[in-house]
């Protein structure tokens, strides 16, 4: 089976414009996850979707959005981009089961310049 | 909240020695997850535990959750360089329901001398 993918790898973008990340998971797997991972934070939970549905939200502001298609694949969209925002974003699917383990696809580097 | 701490934060050992990385939480764990990292990459899902007392090993590579459920350990034995990384444990959050939301310690940076 093919891991899960994120496109694109890295992403250069400067202050107050906006960026859509995907992510596709592995055949099969409902449940998408986001997370952002930065130096000082460490990794953080954004949100996750199954069957479309966002089911969970960590604490992030109104502009870290996302959405997620009828075959599973997910899209995070970041808007008014601010140079904290930097980060490795990761996205992580499973099964959909409460002790499925959740794979981790490559990442997505966004520079906010 | 619940937190986790992984100790220590770093490790330099040389290749063939074994060593330990823990992971404390403040709260019982229902899930606990270890991952290696590549730095800039994604995770690799190493190991699951969820039952108290619970040891996992696949190649040299063995973890264990305490019977209280609250530290979990990781150890390598005869580390070689393909080991270094950075180690996470990441675990499910009680009360979150059926969602995939993990919350990390903040890694373990490995480096293995040859």
């Known amino acids: 089976k093919a891991g899960v993918t994120q496109t694109p790898r890295y992403l250069i973008k400067t202050r107050g414009q906006q960026v859509t990340l995907s992510c596709s998971p592995i055949s099969g797997h409902r449940s998408v996850s986001w997370y952002q991972q930065t130096p000082g934070q460490g990794l953080q939970f954004l949100f996750e979707?199954?069957?479309?549905?966002?089911?969970n939200k960590g604490n992030f502001p109104g502009r870290f959005s996302g959405r997620q298609f009828s075959n599973s694949r997910s899209e995070m969209n970041v808007s008014t981009l601010e140079l904290g925002d930097s980060a490795l974003y990761l996205c992580?699917?499973?099964?959909?089961?409460?002790?499925?383990?959740?794979?981790f696809g490559p990442g997505t580097r966004l520079t906010v310049l | 909240s619940q937190e986790l701490e992984q100790s220590p934060q770093s490790l330099i050992v040389q290749e063939g020695k074994n060593l330990t990385i823990n992971c404390t939480s403040s709260?019982?764990?229902?899930?606990l997850y270890w991952y290696k990292q590549k730095y800039g990459e994604g995770l690799i899902f190493l190991m699951m535990?969820?039952?108290?007392?619970e040891e996992k090993s696949h190649e040299k590579i063995t973890a264990k959750l305490d019977e209280k459920k609250q530290q979990s350990s990781l150890h390598i034995t005869a580390s070689q360089p393909s080991h270094a990384g950075i180690y996470l444990c990441g675990a499910d959050i009680p009360g979150s329901g059926n969602t995939g939301k993990l919350i990390f310690g903040q890694g373990t940076t490995l480096q293995v001398k040859p």
């Open positions: 709260k019982t764990l229902y899930g």
């Open positions: 979707y199954f069957s479309e549905t966002q089911r």
């Open positions: 992580a699917s499973r099964g959909g089961g409460r002790t499925d383990t959740q794979y």
């Open positions: 535990l969820q039952k108290g007392g």
